[in-house]
């Protein structure tokens, strides 16, 4: 009874605090890469389900998976354009639009998700978000796609030397292009939505992502080596057309940032929850799995090394040493 009077007296408020508020009934396109039963598939919709609640049911997120909007790239045009209210992808697609983005590139840049916490919620990651503006982008939060991982269909991979002549799929990004082809891959840029037929057909030979990713796309169906190599930490960004923001109240503004913020601590947890169950899944459904060990993941680094001052030079020394100086702080504080 007791539970039932909160649970109507808090609507009430809701209701009022709503109806208070400068809100407009509108729907709000929201579209992602992976499928809908996937980390970023749950996080959408646990965002839909709080801007719906905060704007009194106002605000009307549709979500739109598997790329029905389009790749990452071509919804960032959509939402620049004004076509397209709001979306979620990999920072690593964004460096074309924001430079400084090719920071979240670094091989190991973070050793653990403390870390990337810690930086992608500091100073000088909300400095990169707004950059978007000028480009008519509102960054709003990140989120964890996750630490990377290789799989192919050719051979086990365990040495840095194993990924010679592996035709390997990469995001349509600099670092990632260049750090493979320096460890003698075969990288092949493409967007996320083409790669399941690519490495069904034969096309390529392997691609790498998260185990969540690995296992929600469905990759182990045509994939049967996964190599534990951890080499990038790789952040999704949520993000709002400007040219719709502008048009939106402070009321409206604030529901979407509150969500936006609620979502990360949701999309976090279910991602880390569901990265340890997903390989665990990959192992079940057949895969091969092998860790790189210290010594060839050492090699990659090295391999790294030159692509990472590249980085350093694009991005400038202040923000990385910026980047740096936040992540030694954290580094300090365990
Ligand atoms: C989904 C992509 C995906 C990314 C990739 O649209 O492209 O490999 O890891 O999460 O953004």
């Given at each position: 009874?007791?539970?039932?009077l ?7 408020l809701?209701?009022?605090?709503a109806?208070?508020q400068d809100i407009?009934s ?5 579209g992602?890469?992976l ?7 749950r996080?959408v919709?646990?965002f ?7 704007s009194g049911g106002?605000?009307k997120v549709r979500?739109f998976?598997?790329a ?6 071509q ?6 354009g004004?076509?397209?209210?709001m979306?979620?992808?990999s920072t690593?697609t ?5 430079k400084e ?5 670094v091989p190991?840049l973070?050793?653990n ?5 810690a930086?992608?919620d ?5 400095k990169i978000?707004d ?8 960054g709003?939060?990140?989120?964890e796609?996750?630490f990377?991982?290789l ?13 010679k ?7 349509q990004?600099?670092v990632y292009l260049?750090?493979f082809?320096a460890a003698?891959a075969n990288a ?5 939505s083409?790669?399941f037929t690519a ?5 390529i ?7 969540t990713?690995?296992l929600s ?5 045509v994939q049967?080596?996964l190599t ?21 109240s402070?009321?409206?503004?604030k529901?979407?940032q509150?969500a936006a913020?609620?979502?990360?601590t949701?999309?976090?947890d279910?991602t880390?929850a569901g990265s340890?169950?997903?390989l665990e ?6 895969m091969e ?11 990659l680094r090295?391999?790294?090394?030159p692509?990472?001052?590249k980085?350093v030079?694009t ?12 992540l030694?702080?954290v580094?300090?504080?365990?």
């Amino acid at each position: 009874m007791k539970h039932i009077l909160i649970a109507a007296l808090t609507a009430a408020l809701f209701a009022t605090n709503a109806a208070a508020q400068d809100i407009q009934s509108r729907i709000i396109r929201f579209g992602y890469g992976l499928n809908e039963d996937s980390n970023q598939g749950r996080a959408v919709k646990h965002f839909a389900e709080q801007v719906d609640k905060l704007s009194g049911g106002k605000l009307k997120v549709r979500g739109f998976g598997a790329a029905a909007l389009g790749s990452d790239v071509q919804m960032q045009g959509a939402l620049i354009g004004g076509a397209q209210e709001m979306m979620v992808g990999s920072t690593a697609t964004l460096v074309g639009t924001v430079k400084e983005f090719a920071v979240w590139d670094v091989p190991f840049l973070f050793a653990n998700e403390k870390e990337a916490d810690a930086v992608l919620d500091g100073p000088a990651a909300r400095k990169i978000l707004d950059r978007l503006e000028d480009q008519g982008l509102v960054g709003l939060v990140y989120w964890e796609n996750g630490f990377r991982n290789l799989t192919n269909s050719r051979h086990k991979i365990e040495k840095a030397d194993d990924l010679k002549g592996i035709k390997l799929r990469v995001m349509q990004n600099p670092v990632y292009l260049d750090t493979f082809n320096a460890a003698g891959a075969n990288a092949i840029p493409m967007p996320f939505s083409e790669l399941f037929t690519a490495l069904e057909t034969g096309a390529i030979d392997g691609q790498e992502n998260p185990f969540t990713t690995i296992l929600s796309s469905k990759f182990f169906e045509v994939q049967k080596y996964l190599t534990i190599s951890n080499h990038v930490y790789s952040p999704w960004v949520v993000l709002v057309s400007k040219p719709w923001w502008d048009k939106l109240s402070d009321d409206e503004r604030k529901i979407l940032q509150e969500a936006a913020v609620a979502s990360r601590t949701f999309e976090r947890d279910d991602t880390r929850a569901g990265s340890v169950k997903a390989l665990e899944e990959l192992k079940a459904a057949g895969m091969e799995v092998s860790t790189m060990p210290a010594e060839e993941v050492a090699k990659l680094r090295e391999i790294a090394a030159p692509i990472t001052a590249k980085v350093v030079e694009t991005i400038g020394e202040p923000l990385w040493n910026d980047v740096q100086a936040e992540l030694s702080k954290v580094r300090e504080a365990k």
